[in-house]
């Protein structure tokens, strides 16, 4: 791995501490303090790059020797699968492989390097040969038809589904720029003479993730049912065939997320308020016990425990990245081994985790939270993952410990510091 020299990684680190401590604290617009927070992070992730890894992968050998000696002593599988080889091999390419390729002074390297070296060029080839034969993607004019949502399609669509309303009409339908998984669509809509804005998300073939609104959904009604800030339900329809894919519609909750879903960083203390009602929501949903919500069993199983849990959200994550990795990595391989290895023992019994609790998907109407949105990724779990993901964006804000104190009173789950790597 090529590293910083320290001359680099001194004027990095310089240039860090100017743009925080000098530069932020005197711009005046919210703009100007977005764009010198992600030159800013963009600063700490070279230096944390060079820090992190090493130590993860350091972390990973130590814990990981029965994945190494099970590497070592499956090379007779090179030429039969030398993608799965390659995936075997991860962790070992950037330590075993490189020191003994310089343990070679220039002679032949031993049979272990070879084979990696074999695997990565057959990977390579193969994958170069698959973009080759891709055919692109393309819609049909009847899928166009299809997946277009128009105000009278959507009218015809709701008297049909739901015929207890006397009178329905659809007036406006407004696609919304936002997201990588699902597709978001503001419907203005009239029920019996009044205004009833609503809210469409559909799947998107291809997209970021892999589940379906219509997983999504019962998790909104028990959490609504329960009296947490959440989208009222309206209706779901798993039939892909009305518009395409599945969609579930909500009804339209007053506000605007606190910050910009693409940049996610808006600095300054005019989110703090938005902050503090982040970690109320946390503590209230964590206060809950799934066991005590209408879900669905596929989604939580009360024979499970939490360490349960944390190894399927492991498992989880491993199939997808098997399925859709387009070349091995020596990073995901190595933190997958790493995770494995250092499942925490946590006490209590599962509970909800939202999954993406960022300020992008909190819904602010003023000072207040009006809902906490996107539901997709959320799961049953360590409280403390919902905790630990919102600090990037709460060290921006304010004081860690006031975010917990605020977290706390509203019935969180005693945060854990020795959990916050894993």
């Known amino acids: 791995?090529?590293?910083?020299?320290?001359?680099?990684?001194?004027?990095?680190?310089?240039m860090l501490r100017e743009m925080e401590q000098?530069?932020?604290?005197?711009?005046?617009?919210?703009?100007?303090?977005?764009?010198?927070?992600?030159?800013?992070?963009?600063?700490?992730?070279?230096?944390?790059?060079?820090?992190?890894?090493?130590?993860?992968?350091?972390?990973?050998?130590?814990t990981g020797a029965a994945l190494v000696a099970q590497a070592a002593q499956s090379e007779a599988s090179i030429e039969s699968d030398p993608v799965g080889r390659m995936h075997a091999l991860g962790p070992l390419l950037e330590t075993v492989v490189a020191d003994?390729?310089?343990?070679?002074?220039?002679?032949?390297?031993?049979?272990?390097?070879?084979?990696?070296?074999?695997?990565?060029?057959?990977f390579l080839a193969s994958q170069?040969?698959?973009?080759?034969?891709?055919?692109?993607?393309?819609?049909?004019?009847?899928?166009?038809?299809?997946?277009?949502?128009?105000?009278?399609?959507?009218?015809?669509?709701?008297?049909?589904?739901?015929?207890?309303?006397?009178?329905?009409?659809?007036?406006?339908v407004t696609p919304v720029l936002?997201?990588?998984?699902?597709?978001?669509?503001?419907?203005?809509?009239?029920?019996?003479?009044?205004?009833?804005?609503?809210v469409m998300r559909r799947n998107i073939s291809c997209g970021a993730v892999e589940t379906s609104v219509v997983d999504e959904y019962p998790i909104v009604v028990a959490l609504h049912r329960h009296g947490l800030p959440v989208a009222e339900p309206f209706l779901p329809e798993p039939d892909e065939k009305v518009f395409?894919?599945?969609?579930?519609?909500?009804?339209?909750?007053?506000?605007?997320?606190?910050?910009?879903?693409?940049a996610g960083l808006v600095a300054g203390p005019e989110l703090r308020p938005a902050m503090l009602e982040l970690a109320a929501f946390l503590g209230r949903l964590h206060q809950v016990d799934p066991r005590t919500l209408d879900l669905p069993r596929r989604f939580f199983d009360p024979a499970l425990s939490t360490h349960d849990y944390l190894v399927r959200e492991i498992d989880i994550c491993e199939r997808y990245y098997r399925h859709h990795a387009q070349q091995p990595s020596i990073i995901i391989t190595a933190a997958l081994a790493w995770l494995r290895a250092n499942v925490?023992?946590?006490?209590?019994?599962?509970?909800?985790?939202?999954?993406?609790?960022?300020?992008?998907?909190?819904?602010m109407n003023g000072d207040r939270i009006s809902v906490m949105l996107d539901w997709e990724p959320s799961?049953?779990?360590?409280?403390?993952?919902?905790?630990?993901?919102?600090?990037?964006?709460?060290?921006?804000?304010?004081?860690?410990?006031?975010?917990?104190?605020?977290?706390?009173?509203?019935g969180g789950i005693e945060y854990r510091p020795e959990r916050e790597k894993f």
């Not at 993952?385 to 706390?408: C, G, I, N, S």
């Open 379 to 410: 799961h049953p779990g360590d409280a403390i993952e919902d905790v630990t993901y919102t600090r990037k964006w709460v060290d921006q804000f304010m004081p860690w410990d006031d975010f917990l104190a605020h977290y706390y009173r509203h």
């Open 178 to 198: 936002s997201g990588f998984s699902k597709e978001t669509i503001l419907i203005d809509m009239e029920v019996d003479g009044v205004a009833t804005p609503v």
């Open 22 to 62: 000098t530069v932020l604290p005197v711009l005046g617009s919210a703009q100007a303090r977005t764009i010198a927070h992600l030159i800013a992070q963009g600063l700490r992730n070279l230096l944390a790059r060079q820090d992190a890894i090493p130590a993860l992968l350091a972390d990973w050998n130590r």
């Open 100 to 122: 003994r390729m310089a343990a070679a002074k220039g002679g032949a390297p031993d049979a272990l390097c070879q084979g990696a070296i074999r695997a990565e060029r057959d």
């Open 244 to 262: 395409g894919e599945a969609f579930a519609v909500t009804r339209r909750a007053p506000g605007s997320p606190a910050t910009n879903s693409m």
């Open 1 to 14: 791995m090529s590293e910083l020299q320290p001359e680099a990684k001194r004027m990095l680190g310089v």
């Open 128 to 172: 170069a040969e698959a973009i080759k034969a891709v055919t692109p993607v393309q819609r049909t004019a009847e899928r166009v038809a299809l997946m277009t949502v128009t105000p009278q399609k959507l009218t015809d669509y709701f008297r049909a589904k739901l015929p207890q309303y006397g009178s329905l009409e659809v007036k406006a």
């Open 344 to 363: 925490p023992a946590v006490e209590g019994p599962p509970r909800l985790v939202h999954g993406d609790a960022a300020p992008a998907n909190l819904l």
